[in-house]
Structures are given as C-alpha cells and as structure tokens.
C-alpha cells in the first residue's frame, strides 16, 4: 500500500509542476525591475508633479518587456501611474527613471546606452558579464539555475538615487562602482 501511495503522489506532484513549471529566468527578471523601484529613493525633481509617471525603458529583452508589460497592468510604481517603453539601440536618451539593458544588445553597445543617462537620476539595471563595470547601478547575475542581482551604490549616488540598505542586503555582490 505505501508503495502505491508513493507512487499516486510521484504522479501527483509530476503533475503539480507540469502545470506550474518553474519561472524562467527572464520572468524573474521582470519581478525584479517591477520590484526594485520599492527600495529607491528618487531627487524630488523627478516627479515635478504628483501624476507624473514612472518610466521605464528597456532596451533589447523581449521576453523582460513581454513580461514586466504583464505584470505592470493596473499596477502603480512609487504610487504613479507607469510607462513600459520597449526602446531600440539607437534612440536617443528619453526621460526615464529606470532603464533596463538586456544581455542581447551585446556589452559595447550596452556600455554606451548606459554612458548615455550616466548623471540623470536614472536607475540602470543591466544584464551584462560586466554590467557594474559598464556603468550601471544594478546587474544581473545568473548562477545555479539562480537570478541574482548586484549593486553598485556609488553610481546610484552619482545619477541622484539612493538604494535603500534593504535592497542592498540582499544583493549577491554590492560594490563601488566602475573603476
């Protein structure tokens, strides 16, 4: 009898997972950026206004953007409205205030988007081997099937934000910034 309650529950949960598989690491990502905006504090001058929106681009990263634009449906961002921009690798800086790079635009080009916004109060969030190098406040790391993510407070600190300890806590890496 126990082996066949053990087998009717191996079915069971084989079943369960088919059914809500594991997110992937580009929804997780998305959680992430809808996330992040919680533990920053912006310079008032931001948000002249109390519906001002928040704004987000992303460059590159179908899949984040398919899925932030989900998860942001009838959802605030530090209590404001919010813009889901998909941007391209050409367009000229907009008023944003967080920008998200994907892997897929390749470093080079990544470098210079984020170089781009370097003092506007911007949150910069890449996905690069090399991201805090390249410029950006906040990077993704995958290891162990794991989306991690590091922080560089300086250069938050330089563009006008502040990261908040907790978000700090919880970072696999937090470092000084660009070199």
Do not use: C
């Not at 003092?119 to 162990?144: C, H, I, M, W, Y």
């Not at 991690?148 to 990261?163: M, T, Y």
């Amino acid at each position: 009898m126990w082996i066949v309650a053990g087998v009717v529950l191996a079915a069971f949960a084989t079943r369960a997972a088919a059914q809500n598989p594991a997110p992937t690491a580009d929804q997780v990502k998305a959680v992430y950026l809808h996330k992040f905006p919680g533990y920053v504090e912006w310079p008032a001058k931001s948000f002249p206004d109390p519906g001002t929106p928040f704004v987000i681009g992303i460059v590159g990263a179908d899949a984040v953007y398919a899925e932030l634009a989900r998860l942001l449906v009838g959802r605030t961002m530090q209590g404001r409205p919010v813009e889901l921009h998909h941007l391209s690798r050409i367009d000229p800086p907009r008023e944003l205030h967080m920008l998200y790079v994907g892997q897929d635009v390749g470093a080079e080009a990544s470098a210079g988007i984020i170089a781009a916004y370097k003092g506007k109060p911007v949150l910069t969030v890449s996905d690069l081997p090399r991201g805090l190098e390249a410029g950006a406040a906040l990077n993704f790391l995958e290891a162990d099937k794991r989306v991690r993510f590091e922080a560089a407070p300086a250069v938050a600190e330089q563009a006008g934000l502040h990261l908040s300890s907790r978000l700090l806590a919880v970072a696999e890496h937090v470092s000084g910034g660009p070199p």
